[in-house]
């Protein structure tokens, strides 16, 4: 499955026999789809050392998974990731499996696929040092512990990049290795709180409020994903691997975006809340209709002409009061007021219906389920559902890109605990079952 090429064009400082020997040892460690041509995925050829738990870590090397990186997961051998434990929901086991318990947690589910999970103490001195021969021959290694916390076990990037100068390594903390905030860990909601995301979010008259997802452990996948496909084609150019400081806090003030820049241009704070509603657009905003809500934009003068005669009110377009749009905020509550007492009259799909091939911005407000159960969902491929190894059929989230060339898929489910031990150590390290099978019962491996 994994070829010597893309391996050479990213390090051009190995020799072709040594090219040669490293894609040999890929290759009998792959496990392709079946009809699944992974050759041809952008990350053929790079391994990947995940030693990340929770979200953002496993987002990020999710997305090299999906793009065709082997990736490596390292599990404590008893808990596991920590959302292994975090239900209801679970998928539960077949009774084919012959496994007990609950099942594997939804949220681990969604996070973990295409990837090898080796269930490894590194508590135990062996373990470490198979840490140190599976980090010597991988392109990547994404971790998220605390700033320092590696280095006694010498996993840190000082002591690595010296058996493996061309690897990249990226650490995911909550503040960075450096600044006031270093030593703490990180969570999603905190950082939200504190930078800034937590204020703008929420109804007007609200108290502030998180986003619904926990949006800045995946910008800061994504971010991460990023830098390690750009440092991948940096190595490319001089041999030679890097050191990625990422942190939540910093990718969040990054993700204020234009709201961060108002600020820094005018000097002056946020303008607040404003739930479904724009600052500086009316109308824009989710009304209620008869059985829900309808997300409408008035986003310019014909735009909010044209929803002034769908909605049958095209009186509202020469109304002085609503004018240009700056009239329109000027009376933002008479106007919002006006176009809701219109769309109680209908349900959303009806709606719906009255603003098809209108050319204005809309949308019914759905609730997740109904999000994935749309029909544009379905038609863009966005559920693909696989065959898990102990809990049977199930439906995840497709990877969202559509490439011309390469197909990024769901090759392989999301592992149960220790499921590649086996194949790791002796595949990947040449260990043999009796040594594996030693390690198992002092409690190295699972």
């Avoid at 044209?306 to 002085?320: F, K, N, S, Y």
């Avoid at 379905?378 to 559509?402: F, N, Q, W, Y």
Wanted: aromatic share 6%; charged share 20%; with cysteine.
């Amino acid at each position: 499955m994994f070829i010597a090429r893309p391996i050479a064009r990213l390090r051009p400082s190995l020799s072709p026999r040594a090219v040669k020997l490293r894609s040999t040892s890929r290759r009998c460690l792959a496990t392709p789809a079946t009809g699944a041509d992974d050759s041809s995925l952008p990350l053929a050829g790079i391994r990947v050392l995940d030693m990340t738990r929770v979200l953002a870590g496993p987002y990020c090397t999710q997305i090299l998974g999906d793009l065709g990186a082997e990736v490596i997961k390292i599990e404590h051998p008893v808990r596991g990731d920590d959302t292994r434990a975090w239900g209801p929901p679970y998928a539960t086991y077949t009774e084919e499996s012959g496994k007990q318990g609950s099942g594997e947690s939804a949220y681990f589910l969604g996070v973990n696929r295409n990837k090898k999970s080796l269930g490894l103490s590194f508590q135990h001195k062996s373990g470490v040092d198979i840490l140190h021969k599976l980090a010597k021959d991988c392109d990547v290694l994404v971790e998220n512990y605390l700033p320092g916390a590696l280095k006694k076990y010498g996993m840190d990037y000082e002591s690595v990049a010296k058996v493996n100068p061309g690897l990249i390594y990226a650490s995911i903390t909550g503040y960075g290795q450096t600044g006031p905030y270093s030593s703490r860990a990180g969570y999603d909601v905190m950082v939200e709180a504190e930078m800034g995301l937590m204020h703008i979010t929420g109804h007007r008259d609200g108290p502030p409020a998180k986003v619904g997802v926990a949006i800045t452990d995946l910008t800061t996948g994504l971010y991460t994903s990023n830098s390690i496909m750009a440092s991948l084609l940096a190595r490319a150019k001089t041999g030679r691997g890097q050191h990625l400081d990422v942190c939540l806090a910093d990718c969040q003030i990054a993700s204020l975006a234009n709201i961060a820049s108002s600020c820094l241009i005018s000097g002056k704070p946020d303008t607040g809340r404003w739930g479904t509603a724009h600052p500086s657009i009316v109308p824009y905003k989710g009304f209620e209709t008869k059985d829900g809500s309808i997300m409408l934009g008035g986003g310019n003068d014909r735009l909010y002409g044209v929803m002034c005669q769908r909605l049958g009110h095209p009186e509202w377009i020469q109304d002085e009061r609503f004018l240009t749009n700056a009239d329109r905020v000027a009376n933002r509550e008479m106007m919002e007021e006006l176009v809701e007492g219109v769309t109680r009259e209908k349900t959303t799909q009806e709606w719906l219906d009255v603003f098809e091939a209108s050319g204005m911005p809309y949308a019914g407000i759905n609730d997740v389920k109904g999000a994935l159960e749309h029909e544009h969902t379905i038609a863009r491929g966005m559920i693909t559902e696989i065959d898990h190894p102990t809990c049977g059929p199930m439906k995840l989230l497709s990877h969202p890109v559509k490439f011309s060339e390469s197909k990024p898929s769901i090759r392989t489910a999301p592992p149960t605990l220790g499921q590649h031990t086996q194949e790791v150590l002796s595949e990947m390290l040449g260990m043999s079952d009796g040594d594996i099978e030693t390690l198992r019962t002092d409690g190295v491996v699972a």
